[in-house]
């Protein structure tokens, strides 16, 4: 057990937990709860997005997947970043404007119906806990190889500090731990890719001249096709990616931190900034890991990849360096973990609980500390399931999160907002479509079955042969919104459009906004 490795773990603990002591003193109601009170400006909402999206599967994650195959894993990349053009365009502003608390809200604009906000709220919490296992995993893993603790442990460590300042600080301090957490991630990329370029004498040609023959792959290193070889498996990837942001909740709420939606729309040009100069980072220390850590040395210190960005900080920086990098990954699972299990707290809290159950009437009290006990269910139940899927890649994990996400909450926010006709039945069956279509076609991939013992979960044939989803799922979201609309045209709720479009392009309801 590296002693470096512990100081600095416990420093960036330190660190979060004064963050959210002093959070805690301003967490004094709902609104301070879920959503930091609408009180942050466009930068410090931008790197608190930047923040929520470069996790664990976007760092170690990724980085694993690019010195593993090359230019396969850039596919897990660049659809994660073009996705916030979408957010940008389509989403934003209408959920800035027409949102309160949560996704369920902006719907609930529309659609009284609580049914609506129940299978809304229903689907932010399972796209929550898919996500969340991603993070887990990592956390695992880097516990077991830095620190020598049990995987089953390691995810048990980290549930239990990110509890901490969820139950106490909320949004608030959610939001500036990620904020801390964008700093040092990109501080520390920013430092290994510098040593990175260095061992390439600042040539980004060498890079690729040397990366025809650095690993096993050889020049098929920097062809598509080492994991994909199904060009439909490729595409089907990056549309999941580049339609899932728009869908995520945790990034979503985001949003309803910021007072109007200029400040919304501008926080995700910042955030594409430092998300974009971050991936750019990515892709030169994925390479970097394939030719000095090595093929073997990858998989045998995690054989998904996760573990390949500490071990290049070691080879390049020694322990001091190493010790850092892995805190940095340590943080960054802290910090999404923390926003993640809010989300799904609030979403249970507030549409569940106050909206459904109590018809809007619970005292904030009564929805904080339901809100907590939500939080302490949800992260033993992703503890729980993340002991089952410690062999897989991480980016893959966040890669089907986004994916059920892009087929059953973004055709109903973009229906909801730009579509007429569009009613109840439409709106309930898009959503259930879209999660189940997904669900049972994950169920019967080839990350699920495999012939081979040891590659996926189960031993078998799988009976769907795209390893993502999303290519089907998708369509089948919108399609199960239109065909729901359609079949109950006549006796299904359209909502109030000409009130809700006029709500969603001026805000002209939201508190905060002035004319």
């Given at each position: 057990?590296d002693v470096?490795?512990v100081?600095?773990?416990?420093?960036?603990?330190a660190l979060?937990l004064l963050?959210t002591?002093?959070?805690?003193?301003?967490t004094?109601n709902?609104s301070?709860?879920y959503?930091?009170g609408?009180g942050l400006n466009?930068?410090q909402n931008?790197?608190?997005?930047?923040?929520d999206?470069?996790s664990?599967?976007s760092?170690?994650g990724l980085?694993g997947a690019?010195?593993?195959f090359?230019?396969?894993?850039?596919?897990?990349m660049?659809?994660?970043?073009?996705?916030?053009?979408?957010v940008l365009?389509l989403?934003?502003e209408?959920l800035?404007n027409l949102?309160?608390?949560?996704?369920?809200?902006?719907?609930?604009?529309?659609?009284?119906a609580?049914?609506?906000?129940?299978?809304?709220a229903?689907?932010?919490?399972t796209?929550?806990v898919f996500?969340?296992l991603?993070?887990?995993v990592?956390?695992g893993?880097l516990f077991?190889l830095?620190?020598?603790?049990?995987?089953e442990?390691?995810?048990?460590i980290v549930g239990?500090?990110?509890l901490t300042?969820?139950?106490?600080g909320?949004?608030?301090?959610?939001?500036?731990?990620?904020?801390t957490?964008?700093?040092?991630?990109l501080?520390?990329t920013?430092?290994?890719?510098?040593l990175?370029?260095?061992?390439?004498?600042?040539?980004?040609?060498?890079?690729?001249t040397?990366m025809?023959s650095a690993?096993?792959l050889?020049?098929?290193?920097?062809?598509?096709?080492?994991k994909?070889?199904?060009?439909?498996?490729a595409?089907s990837?990056?549309?999941g990616?580049v339609l899932g942001?728009?869908?995520l909740?945790?990034v979503l709420s985001r949003?309803?931190?910021?007072?109007n939606?200029?400040?919304?729309?501008k926080?995700?040009?910042?955030?594409?900034w430092?998300i974009?100069?971050?991936y750019?980072?990515v892709?030169?220390?994925?390479?970097?890991a394939?030719?000095?850590v090595?093929?073997?040395?990858?998989?045998k210190?995690?054989p998904?990849?996760?573990?390949?960005a500490p071990?290049l900080a070691?080879?390049?920086?020694?322990?001091t360096?190493f010790?850092v990098?892995?805190?940095?990954?340590?943080?960054?699972?802290?910090?999404?973990?923390a926003?993640?299990?809010?989300?799904?707290?609030t979403?249970?809290?507030?549409?569940?609980?106050?909206e459904?159950?109590?018809g809007?009437k619970?005292t904030?009290?009564?929805?904080?500390?339901?809100?907590r006990?939500?939080?302490?269910?949800?992260?033993?139940?992703?503890?729980?399931?993340a002991?089952?899927?410690q062999?897989v890649?991480?980016?893959?994990?966040?890669?089907?999160a986004?994916?059920?996400?892009a087929?059953?909450n973004?055709?109903v926010?973009l229906l909801?907002?730009?579509?007429?006709k569009?009613?109840?039945a439409?709106?309930?069956t898009?959503?259930l479509?879209?999660?189940?279509g997904?669900?049972l076609?994950?169920?019967?991939?080839p990350?699920?079955?495999?012939p081979?013992?040891?590659?996926a979960?189960?031993?078998?044939?799988?009976l769907?042969?795209l390893?993502?989803p999303g290519?089907?799922?998708?369509?089948?979201?919108?399609?199960?919104a239109y065909?729901?609309?359609i079949?109950?045209?006549?006796r299904?709720?359209?909502?109030n459009?000409?009130?809700?479009?006029?709500?969603?392009?001026t805000?002209?309801?939201?508190?905060?906004?002035?004319?």
């Open positions: 057990m470096k490795v100081v600095l773990f416990a420093a960036i603990v979060t963050i002591y002093y959070a805690s003193k301003k004094r709902a301070a709860f959503t930091a609408g466009a930068w931008g790197f608190a997005i930047a923040g999206f470069m664990a599967s760092f170690l980085i690019i010195a593993l090359g230019y396969d894993g850039y596919f897990l660049y659809g994660a970043l073009v996705s916030y053009l979408v365009l989403v934003a209408p800035r949102g309160k608390y949560t996704l369920a809200d902006m719907i609930a604009e529309r659609f009284a609580k049914k609506v906000r129940g299978v809304t229903f689907n932010a919490l796209i929550s996500y969340m991603a993070q887990l990592a956390a893993a077991k830095l620190l020598g603790i049990p995987y442990l390691s995810v048990v239990i500090v990110m300042f969820v139950l106490f909320g949004m608030t301090a959610t939001s500036w731990v990620q904020i957490k964008a700093f040092l991630l501080g520390g920013v430092v290994v890719f510098l990175v370029m260095g061992k390439f004498h600042y040539n980004v040609f060498q890079i690729f040397d025809k690993t096993p050889q020049g098929a290193y920097l062809q598509p096709g080492a994909y070889t199904n060009g439909l498996d595409f990837l990056t549309l990616l942001t728009a869908g909740p945790h949003f309803l931190t910021v007072p939606a200029k400040v919304a729309r926080s995700v040009v910042y955030s594409i430092i974009g100069l971050f750019v980072m892709i030169f220390l994925g390479f970097a394939a030719k000095f090595g093929f073997q040395n990858i998989m210190a995690n998904a990849g996760n573990m390949a071990l070691k080879i390049l920086g020694g322990d360096l010790a990098i892995s805190a940095v990954s340590f943080a960054t699972i802290l910090a999404v973990v926003g993640i299990v809010l989300t799904g707290a979403s249970f809290s507030h549409d569940f609980y106050n459904m159950i109590k809007g619970a904030e009290k009564e929805q904080m500390r339901m809100a006990l939500a939080s302490i269910g949800i992260t033993v139940l992703s503890i729980v399931l002991l089952f899927v062999k890649n991480v980016a893959f994990l966040a890669s089907l986004l994916t059920v996400a087929s059953s973004l055709p926010i909801t907002v730009y579509w007429k569009f009613n109840v439409g709106a309930v898009g959503m479509v879209g999660l189940v997904t669900m076609l994950v169920a019967l991939s990350n699920v079955w495999n081979e013992v040891g590659k979960l189960f031993v078998g044939q799988p769907f042969p390893s993502s290519i089907v799922s998708i369509p089948l979201g919108f399609l199960g065909v729901g609309t079949v109950a045209r006549k299904s709720e359209r909502g459009f000409e009130e809700m479009l006029v709500k969603s392009t805000g002209s309801d939201v508190k905060g906004i002035h004319h």
